[in-house]
T-cell receptor, first 114, second 111 residues
Framework: NAGVMQNPRHLVRRRGQEARLRCSPM?????VYWYRQLPEEGLKFMVY????????ESGMPKERFSAEFPKEGPSILRIQQVVRGDSAAYFC????????????FGQGTRLTVV | DQQVKQNSPSLSVQEGRISILNCDYT??????FLWYKKYPAEGPTFLIS?????DKNEDGRFTVFLNKSAKHLSLHIVPSQPGDSAVYFC??????????FGTGTKLQVIP
């Protein structure tokens, strides 16, 4: 049973480009969470999704950031017109959402904006 | 608004001694608490959890204590081993909602 898979592991974008981060949850998990870790800071919640639904996006910046978790395929975190301040490690986690709520994390995508 | 707080950014402990990591929370609606361990360049790994109906949960060398009246929990590692050196995140949730993380405590176990 493969763990949470994130790709790419490293992503370099120039200012103004778009970044797409992908997350495939663990088999059987229907809940996905995205977190961001800025240098020297803890994990900041961004968004919580279930299949085809955004449950809580209270941690998402109002502009340029969006997330989806389609019926088929991975969850996508999309950052448009990236700026240097978007450079961070982005972690995806998944959980079953019922009973056990321990979330299992992927290895993260390190985004660098140059 | 930091609802989960880890006030000690770092902690150094001698190998074989006890490591105590502390965490405070402000949201009285949290009913489930978790500890995660994170190595550099890796994702956090679930370590141990505790429900609000309990005050202690033990798993091998790791024990989590919950004091609901004080809104405080702690993770005890005994005996500490060099391989335990990592960043430890405290986290909390309400029902099946999002998990809110603290800012982490970097533990260094000195051989």
């Amino acid at each position: 049973n493969a763990g949470v898979m994130q790709n790419p592991r490293h992503l370099v974008r120039r200012r103004g480009q778009e970044a797409r981060l992908r997350c495939s949850p663990m088999k059987g998990h229907s809940h996905v969470y995205w977190y961001r870790q800025l240098p020297e800071e803890g994990l900041k919640f961004m968004v919580y999704l279930q299949k085809e639904n955004i449950i809580d996006e209270s941690g998402m910046p109002k502009e340029r950031f969006s997330a989806e978790f389609p019926k088929e395929g991975p969850s996508i975190l999309r950052i448009q017109q990236v700026v240097r301040g978007d450079s961070a490690a982005y972690f995806c986690a998944s959980s079953q959402g019922t009973g056990r709520i321990e979330a299992f994390f992927g290895q993260g995508t390190r985004l660098t904006v140059v | 608004d930091q609802q989960v707080k880890q006030n000690s950014p770092s902690l150094s402990v001698q190998e074989g001694r006890i490591s105590i990591l502390n965490c405070d929370y402000t949201n009285s609606m949290f009913d489930y608490f978790l500890w995660y361990k994170k190595y550099p360049a890796e994702g956090p790994t679930f370590l141990i959890s505790i429900s609000s109906i309990k005050d202690k949960n033990e798993d091998g060398r790791f024990t989590v204590f919950l004091n609901k009246s004080a809104k405080h929990l702690s993770l005890h590692i005994v005996p500490s081993q060099p391989g335990d050196s990592a960043v430890y995140f405290c986290a909390a949730s309400q029902g099946y909602q999002k998990v809110t993380f603290g800012t982490g405590t970097k533990l260094q176990v000195i051989p």
